[in-house]
């Protein structure tokens, strides 16, 4: 018996001096691979194509020895003893799954580099390359196909179940996947996108709508030019501009507007092309200026797109300063000043702004088309101003927006993104001029509080100012509105504020009696309307109590208006308190 005994206690040695030893070997590859992983993210978004390459040649040497460390007769043993397996399963798991990613989709990862490249999306003499953009997808797809799986199982495993020594290089390599696999769904994204998107398939046909901020909607500002480019074989050309006033009004919505619409935006949502922006939900009003373009004109577009004079601003940053045919000079400091209210005070009729709106675009887009900027800088605005909501895309076809869905150039409506909840607040002018120009918005979120269930329940301040010069009353008629609509220097605004997905909006405050309020159901999302109307210099504010639903433990996001400066229309969240 003593002999039996004794025997077991050598093989119960024996493995735990092997499993010992495994771990240890586990715990420095995985750190090694982590380490690798986060140089190659990094040289992935810098455009490194060399430095890539060499990382991932080296990468799957420690995640085989990971892998190779974490499997053999003792850890099969040990899988089948109680209170362990689960622990020896997650490690093996994610060991293997490492490996399958370094060895399997490393080289198709680095056709993806060369996709993101900013110089193959750069456009060159007007027409952007897209020939190498059809040859690489399917390797593209392969690689993010590859990752997004590893990334799924790995968020099945339970970190807490894994030796301590195990943890924190596991979670960091998690946090890493996660890294790489937002980079391959861009990539992969955009090598299904932009091919058909830009004419490989046939000509196609796209509106862009140009929201004037100083007078304030929902998504920007009303579409103050609408302008028909065509696409063809990567080509982009500018075909004709139109002013936004030139369409309808229509005598009945051109869509079938819904009763919760109709009484948030009236009517004037379907049958006013200035005013298809009443809705945060771009794809929304995307459809509604696709109909009234073909009402008006006959003919359907492929999409529609959506960009303000502060984005256009943002981009001379990389194309340098544009002089027009007038002799004036937009620049990266003075275009959205100009175009929003400079305009206004120098030109008396609509007319004479029309022109000079279209003049200015057709300039601006020429310098962007013409390929003298910098393209990685070029690319990081274009980013930058879609992360503002300034940058928006719908497509008319079905498979093209599906990929489009719950990106940051969408546009729509959303109360949650990536576990986190998103709070909306927008601005809807009422006054029918530009003084919304002087209009500051700020959002801040306060006593943020979390549960176990992942909600939270916080405050909601919003800070709605009036900046109206002293002098108002000698600023042109246009640009305050003449007293037609509300008193020369006043602001008459509808603020809207969304609770996220599955939460709801507890109460709401204002520091101005004289505003109203009315609590709707949107698309879905609980959402309260206050309507205000500001005097020269006022400042309003309201509070939300505001509850989200579960499940949504990241930091609170704040979507809102984009204003007609930067930072004048200003979201801010607290951190979260227990």
Partial sequence: MG?????????????????????????????????????????????DREGAAATAMELPEHTAKARQATYGPHWTLLGKVPGLGVNVHAVQTVSAVVDDIAAGALSDLIEAVQVVDPSRMAPVEGRIALAPIVDVA??????????????????????????????????????????????????????RLIPPMLGSEGPREYLLLVQNNAEP??????????????????????????????????????????????????????????????????????????????????????????????????????TGPVVLVNGQELTSENAAEILLNQVYLELETPSAQDKFFAMAAGTIFSSVMSGAADPASMVGLLDQVAEEGRLMMWSAHAREQALLAGTTLS??????????????????????????????????IEANTCRGDGSRVFTLVVTVSSSVPENYIELPAYLTGGGQTVPVGNIRSDVLVYAPTGGRILGARSSDEATSYTPRLHNGLSMGTHKLELLPQQSVTFEYDIETGPNQAGTPLVRMTPGPKDGQFLPLASPCRS
């Fill in 3 to 47: 002999g039996v005994l004794g025997g077991v206690t050598v093989v119960v040695v024996i493995v735990g001096a092997a499993l010992v030893l495994d771990v240890r070997t586990a715990h420095a590859e995985l750190r090694m691979a982590a380490d690798q992983v986060r140089t190659l993210q990094a040289q992935v978004e810098a455009g």
């Fill in 138 to 191: 399917p390797q593209v797809v392969r690689a993010d196909e590859t990752v997004q799986s590893a990334r799924s199982t790995l968020e099945g495993v339970d970190s807490n179940a894994l030796a301590e020594q195990l943890r924190g290089p596991v979670a960091e390599l998690t946090g890493q996947v996660d890294a790489i696999a937002s980079i391959t769904a861009t990539a992969s994204r955009a090598v």
């Fill in 217 to 318: 909607r929902a998504t920007g500002g009303i579409p103050g030019a609408v302008v028909l480019l065509r696409a063809d074989q990567g080509a982009i050309e500018l075909v004709e501009q139109r002013p936004a006033s030139s369409f309808g009004p229509f005598d009945e919505p051109v869509v079938e507007v819904t009763n919760v619409e109709r009484a948030m935006f009236g009517t004037q949502l379907g049958r006013y092309m200035q005013d298809v922006t009443f809705t945060p939900d771009f794809p929304r009003s995307a459809e509604i200026a696709g109909e009234m373009w073909r009402r008006e004109v006959g003919t359907d577009v492929d999409g529609v797109l959506s960009i303000d004079p502060v984005a256009l601003q943002t981009l001379l940053q990389a």
């Fill in 411 to 444: 546009g729509e409506l959303r109360g949650s993104t990536r576990g986190a909840p998103v709070v909306g607040v927008y601005v809807n002018d009422r006054s029918a001029a530009k003084i919304g120009y002087y209009q500051d918005v700020r959002a801040e």
